[in-house]
């Protein structure tokens, strides 16, 4: 990994905790279950014991400082047995587990979740998702849609028109090597992006093709973008552009 600069959420563990080791702290890699994109899925980080607490770092699944609390732990291991020794446990556990979240945690203020909530929520033709810290407003003619997407659909919000025109919203992760504005598109097979006006405040970068015309802006590690397909690959992609706010 270390030559290759890439690999599993497994080898950054175990290269973060042998890191950790080479200088004298107490680490172990842990298996267990990470919130992302609307789900909870498998995953491996590295703990490292500072004083008497033991901190999660996650390499992969990255953010400054420790790792928040979007994990649940089920197995750790101190590496004397491999790796592999958890595996099995993990895989008994991984398709039988029922999660549902009761609450979170921002800015040292708990907000209790009530059953079945969902993350956004839509008033007078514009989507708000205070999770995300998400804003934006449906231009004349246009419904939304594909509002609850989940893995491998990287979709955020989507919107429809009775003609057929469709604008999606959505996001990807990007690597820790940021790429130079002109090739923000690249993760989705577009070699160069063409400057745009800025959306929300940030550059932005956008790729014309005979049926699709996207637009896309970076935000930290993360990537959005907007693709448009049909009659709304024109005023109505860019009025949802103009009208898409995101908290700083």
């Known amino acids: 990994m270390v030559r290759d600069r890439r690999g599993s ?6 290269l973060t905790a042998s890191l950790a080791r080479a200088m004298g702290i107490p680490a172990r890699v842990v298996l267990g279950y990470v919130y992302v994109d609307n789900i909870f899925g498998g995953h491996a980080w590295a703990e490292v014991k500072v004083g008497a607490r033991w901190l999660p770092i ?46 979170y945690s921002l800015d040292d203020r708990l907000i209790a979740v ?24 449906a231009p004349a003619g246009y419904a939304f849609a594909q509002l609850d997407a989940h893995y491998p659909d990287p979709t955020i919000v989507g919107l429809a028109a009775a003609d057929g025109g469709s ?31 800025q959306i929300a405040g940030r550059p932005a970068v956008q790729s014309r093709r005979p049926e ?12 959005w973008v907007l693709s ?21």
């Open 9 to 14: 959420c497994v080898a950054y563990a175990v």
């Open 58 to 103: 996650d390499a992969a699944v990255y953010s400054a400082g420790t790792a928040d609390a979007a994990r649940i732990a089920l197995v750790r291991h101190g590496g004397e047995l491999g790796i592999g020794s958890g595996s099995k446990e993990l895989s008994r556990l991984l398709g039988n587990v029922s999660i549902r979240i009761e609450g």
């Open 114 to 137: 009530p059953v079945n909530a969902k993350p956004w929520r839509i008033t007078a033709h514009t989507y708000r998702n205070p999770w995300l810290g998400l804003e934006l407003r």
């Open 167 to 197: 604008i999606r919203l959505y996001l990807l992760a990007l690597g820790p090597h940021d790429p130079s504005p002109n090739a923000l598109l690249a993760p989705l097979g577009v070699l160069a992006g063409e400057p745009a006006a």
């Open 212 to 223: 699709t015309r996207m637009l896309g802006f970076r935000d930290g590690d993360t990537l």
């Open 228 to 248: 448009a397909t049909g009659s709304a690959m024109g005023a109505p992609l860019d009025a949802v552009a103009r009208s898409l706010r995101l908290a700083p």
